[in-house]
Antibody, heavy 119, light 109 residues
Framework: EVQLVESGGGLVQPGGSLRLSCAASGFTLSDHWMAWVRQAPGKGLEWMGNRKEDGSGECFLDSVKGRFIISRDNAKNSVYLQMNNLRAEDSAVYYC????????????WGQGTQVSVSS | QTVVTQEPSLTVSPGGTVTLTCASSTGAVTSAYFPSWFQQQPGQAPRSLIYNINNKHSWTPARFSGSLLGGKAALTLLGVQPEDEAEYYCLVYDGSGWVFGGGTKLTVL
C-alpha cells in the first residue's frame, strides 16, 4: 500500500525556519517525481514544486523561490521541504504528493502537516 | 505565472449531470497542459480522479470523465451521487511547472 506521511510542522515565528519531511512507503521512491503542495486555511491548493527521480527540480512558486528548497533522499525513502525566512502567509497545511507515469502529477497524497507562522 | 480559472460554485441535483471547466490565462488548454482533476472533501487530503485529460485511476468512479471542451479542460459527472458534494480542483502544466485552478465547490441538492 502506498503511504506518504508528512511530519515536522508546527508553530514558528516570522523569519524562522522549519524542515518538513515526507516518509514514503509501499513503493520505490526513486521511481517517482515527488511534489509539495500547500493549502492556506479556507483557500485553494498551491503546487509549490517537485523533485524528479534524479533529484533535479525546484520550487516553482514565485512567492517561495529563494526561501524554500525541495530535496530528497531516495535511500531514506524521504522527501524534504526546507522552509526559511517564513512569513505569516506561509501558514498552511503542507502535503507531499507522488507523481506517476503518464503525467499523473499528484496521484497519491499524504494527510498533510500544519505549519503556522505567528509571533 | 499562469492563472487557472474554474467556476467558483455549481449546484446539481442527485442523478443529474454536471460539467466543471478549467481555463488558462495563457490561452486554450490543450493536450500539452496534461490537465488533471482532484476531489477534496472537507478536512481531507485531495484525491486524484483524472490525469492527462481523460485517464482514470483504478479508484475513480465510472461516472467521472475528463475531456477538452471549447479550449478548456472539463470534468463531467454523469449520474451525480450525494457523496460527490466536494471541492474540485484542476491542475495544468504551463511549460514551467504545474498550476492549480481556484477550485469549484460542487453542491448536490
Amino acid at each position: 500500500e502506498v503511504q506518504l506521511v508528512e511530519s515536522g510542522g508546527g508553530l514558528v515565528q516570522p523569519g524562522g525556519s522549519l524542515r518538513l519531511s515526507c516518509a514514503a512507503s509501499g513503493f520505490t521512491l526513486s521511481d517517482h517525481w515527488m511534489a509539495w503542495v500547500r493549502q492556506a486555511p479556507g483557500k485553494g491548493l498551491e503546487w509549490m514544486g517537485n523533485r524528479k527521480e534524479d533529484g533535479s527540480g525546484e520550487c516553482f512558486l514565485d512567492s517561495v523561490k529563494g526561501r524554500f528548497i525541495i530535496s530528497r533522499d531516495n535511500a531514506k525513502n524521504s522527501v524534504y521541504l526546507q522552509m526559511n525566512n517564513l512569513r505569516a502567509e506561509d501558514s498552511a497545511v503542507y502535503y507531499c504528493a507522488r507523481g506517476d507515469r503518464g503525467y499523473a502529477e499528484g496521484a497519491y497524497w499524504g494527510q498533510g502537516t500544519q505549519v503556522s507562522v505567528s509571533s | 505565472q499562469t492563472v487557472v480559472t474554474q467556476e467558483p460554485s455549481l449546484t446539481v441535483s442527485p442523478g443529474g449531470t454536471v460539467t466543471l471547466t478549467c481555463a488558462s490565462s495563457t490561452g486554450a488548454v490543450t493536450s500539452a497542459y496534461f490537465p488533471s482533476w482532484f476531489q477534496q472533501q472537507p478536512g481531507q487530503a485531495p484525491r486524484s480522479l483524472i490525469y492527462n485529460i481523460n485517464n482514470k485511476h483504478s479508484w475513480t468512479p465510472a461516472r467521472f470523465s475528463g475531456s477538452l471542451l471549447g479550449g478548456k479542460a472539463a470534468l463531467t459527472l454523469l449520474g451525480v451521487q450525494p457523496e460527490d458534494e466536494a471541492e474540485y480542483y484542476c491542475l495544468v502544466y504551463d511549460g514551467s511547472g504545474w498550476v492549480f485552478g481556484g477550485g469549484t465547490k460542487l453542491t448536490v441538492l
